[in-house]
């Protein structure tokens, strides 16, 4: 169920081709979920304006279900997605930012019903 949303001010065309599909499968080996369960949203071409600066800037929100629930889970997947999109984007850590978002089964709508009663 883990939802990876990356919000950037860099334009579509800087971003890599294919970065959608490794950015799943990374964030599958992070959160040790399988893909198919991996929902990835890029929103490219915001204005951003981070520390006075419009420089080239990341936030990935992380939300899922009993994956980042903790400070200790969080700073291990913070490294690795840290790792991740240092090399894909070519930014310093400085300009990205990672939110966890812990969400509830019974806040998460899926086939007309909450994944609490699936």
């Known amino acids: 169920m883990p939802l990876v949303e990356l919000e950037t ?3 579509a065309d800087r971003l890599p081709a ?3 599909k490794r950015l799943s499968q990374a964030a599958a ?3 040790g ?3 198919n369960g991996v929902t990835v949203i890029l929103r490219p071409g915001l204005i951003i304006l981070m520390g006075g600066s419009t420089e ?3 936030c990935l929100r992380i939300s ?3 994956l980042v629930g903790s400070a200790e ?3 291990a997947h913070s490294a690795r997605f840290f790792e991740f999109l240092t090399k894909e984007l070519a930014l310093g850590q400085d300009r990205i930012l990672i939110l966890f978002n812990p969400v509830e089964p019974w806040q ?3 086939q007309g019903t909450v994944l609490t009663f699936l």
């Open 9 to 11: 001010n860099l334009p």
């Open 18 to 20: 294919g970065l959608e």
């Open 29 to 31: 080996a992070i959160l």
């Open 33 to 35: 979920k399988p893909e």
């Open 56 to 58: 080239p800037y990341v």
């Open 64 to 66: 899922s279900i009993g």
């Open 73 to 75: 889970k969080n700073s």
């Open 108 to 110: 998460v709508g899926k």
